[in-house]
């Protein structure tokens, strides 16, 4: 070994002195060449380009469903620039709304709802209708990523040229969630959808901004999992406009009737809504697609009554009123969070709250006080 030159200036001696002529042990073979690490075949992706708001515009009044994805993407969007765009698209498309029933959904996990929608959306389907699935899902600001309205969950349905399928936007605040879907219902009717499902969980808040959307609220309950009225608070039940009870398959026959009569006794009790229309029950099986035309046969009686009484007319009156009122609720909200100072003295201040050393109500005028002298 001594006499092997280790550092001769060229072969692969000075590399590998194993390859020394002299060297009597194993050799060691050339390598093959490495491969670059960006693929060399790979093209860099073009970007769409974004369109123009006429563009946009005229592509969703053709029905165009790419380019409504696009524009409902610039609606999700949290860049001012995207924002922009889509308020003057929105403007645009306005005059073309308002000829569809827009049908919330609600249920608990279990309830069926997915099943139902893609039934239901075939029963629509079936009868010459354009539909449209849109969600708002709680769920999804916690685990980004959103669970209702998933394509996934209507085989029958997404693959049906006349449906347009939209998850939940998933960030944001539940206002601004919610802002956005409505927004998405008015880019829809524009593109011709004339029904339009919102779905959401029955847990939660959410239920209250669909009602603050829709035509009528159909809760999805079910049977004979012990207590009958199984935790729907009592606001849900106050807001549904109609109730099916799903699962009315196999020997569950009796107890969904069961189910359906203790509803109706139950719904008995509330007082008469603003639409002067008692909430019918039914019941049905989603799965087995079982009495599906009992419930349109209901969700049409209600429309037919609205439309007769005007209060079909007064209700979307009174929810415009109600989203001029949560966008400025919801855009004085961003404004003052995002002020880097309102911020700074805010962190301040939870410290000072913390320690007791200063008193909440205290604490809150400094901060108002400061953002109302300097930012507005
Ligand atoms: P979601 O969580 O409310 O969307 O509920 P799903 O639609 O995912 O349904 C939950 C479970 O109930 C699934 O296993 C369905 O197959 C079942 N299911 C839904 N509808 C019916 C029905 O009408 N009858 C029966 N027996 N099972 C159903």
């Known amino acids: 070994m001594d006499n092997i030159e280790l550092n001769k200036p060229c072969g692969c001696a000075s590399e590998h002195p194993e390859n020394d002529a002299q060297y009597a042990g194993l050799q060691v073979n050339a390598g093959i060449e490495q491969p670059p690490i960006v693929n060399p075949y790979m093209t860099r992706r073009k970007r769409r380009p974004q369109l123009t708001v006429s563009e946009y515009v005229e592509g969703i009044r053709k029905g165009n469903p790419a380019v409504l994805g696009q524009a409902v993407t610039l609606v999700e969007s949290l860049m001012p620039e995207h924002q922009l765009v889509a308020q003057e698209v929105i403007t645009k498309c306005l005059p073309f709304t308002g000829n569809s029933r827009r049908i919330g959904i609600t249920g608990v996990p279990g309830a069926g709802k997915s099943t139902s929608i893609d039934v239901f959306g075939m029963h629509v389907l079936n009868q010459g209708g354009k539909l449209a699935v849109l969600a708002i899902d709680p769920s999804s600001e ?21 449906v347009f399928i ?25 593109a ?32 004979g999992t012990g207590d009958e009225l199984q935790g729907i608070k009592r606001g849900i039940m106050e807001m549904a406009d109609g109730i099916c009870i799903n699962k009315c398959d196999g020997d569950n026959v009796d107890r969904a009737n069961l189910a359906a009569a203790q509803f109706r006794n139950a719904l008995h009790l509330f007082p008469l809504p ?13 799965y087995y697609e079982l009495n599906v035309d009992k419930v349109f046969d209901m969700i049409d009686r209600y429309f037919e009554h609205v439309r007769a009484n005007g209060y079909f007319e007064e209700k979307r ?10 966008t400025i609720n919801e855009q004085l909200k961003a404004r003052f969070y995002s002020d880097p100072e309102v911020e700074r003295m805010l962190e301040l201040k939870e410290q ?25």
């Not at 009156?317 to 949560?326: A, G």
């Not at 050393?357 to 109302?372: I, M, P």
């Open 317 to 326: 009156r009174m929810q415009e009123k109600y989203w001029m009122f949560e």
């Open 142 to 162: 916690r685990s980004k990523g959103s669970i209702l309205g998933d394509k996934t969950r209507m085989e029958k349905l997404s693959i049906q040229p006349n």
């Open 192 to 223: 011709g959808y004339d029904t339009i499902f919102v779905e959401t969980v029955g847990v939660g808040q959410s239920e209250t901004a669909v009602h603050s959307m829709v035509d009528y609220f159909l809760l999805i309950q079910l049977a």
């Open 352 to 376: 000072m709250v913390l320690a007791n050393a200063q008193s909440s109500f205290v604490a809150a005028t400094d901060v108002l006080e400061f953002y109302y002298k300097n930012r507005i």
């Open 274 to 286: 603003p639409s002067g229309f008692l909430p019918e029950v039914v019941t049905y099986s989603g």
């Open 166 to 190: 939209r998850p939940s936007p998933s960030a944001g605040s539940l206002g601004g969630v919610a802002r956005k879907t409505r927004e998405t219902i008015v880019l829809c009717e524009a």
